[in-house]
């Protein structure tokens, strides 16, 4: 089946593993990957995440510094909050070409899947999203629940690229949003999530996050604006 989807999408990834296609593109990594449904075995689905290269490895155990992207499924009536998206057609019997309903899919949203994060500056920007953003028919899926842990993400990502605009519009976000409570615990703040989230970073990865993990404290002092 892999080798159908390359063909679809018309772009040859660097690697093909089993059911992962690798793109490489910059400092960026694409990766689609076909997927069966673990309770219904002739069913299955496709998604796509791109992350930055030079942090995969050691935020692994985290998702990597990246971003999911999702498409609307055979109906057209995607839902963005759906974790993990839905397995939606029929695993094909062996050999015999993809339906026309799968080609027509993966022509119509893969390559607008792979080349949704423009550059890193841009993932970077995916990751602050207050929601997820829609370009071309597919969309960014950046749920309300895992803002803090993104917005660590990015200003980790700002530090790592040298990206002074990306981390000025993380630091305004969390001078923004710090003081609100994370639902649905009314008692743990925004900036308490993003300094939790930011030590587990700094020791994975060894980037000084050390001013974000200050914010755990009574009376935080926000980091300055580069």
Known sequence: ??????????????SVDGGKLTFVRG?????????KDRSD???FGWMVYTDYIDLRDRMDGFGGVGIRIDHPPPSGSGDPSDIPPAACYLWP???????????GGVTRYGPSSLRFVRDVHDLGLLLLADTHIHRDGVWSFTPANNEPGRLAKAILLARQCGDQDLERAAVAKLRNRGEEPVAPYPDYLFRQSVADWARQYAKATGIDLSDLAKLKRKRPQYPEIP
């Not at 960026?28 to 076909?34: D, R």
């Not at 050999?95 to 799968?102: F, K």
């Open 1 to 14: 089946m892999a080798d159908q989807f390359v063909e679809l999408l018309g772009t040859a990834p660097a």
């Open 27 to 35: 400092s960026l990594c694409t990766t689609l990957s076909i997927w």
């Open 41 to 43: 075995r002739s069913a």
């Open 93 to 103: 019997a062996g050999s015999v070409p993809l339906s026309a309903e799968i080609a």
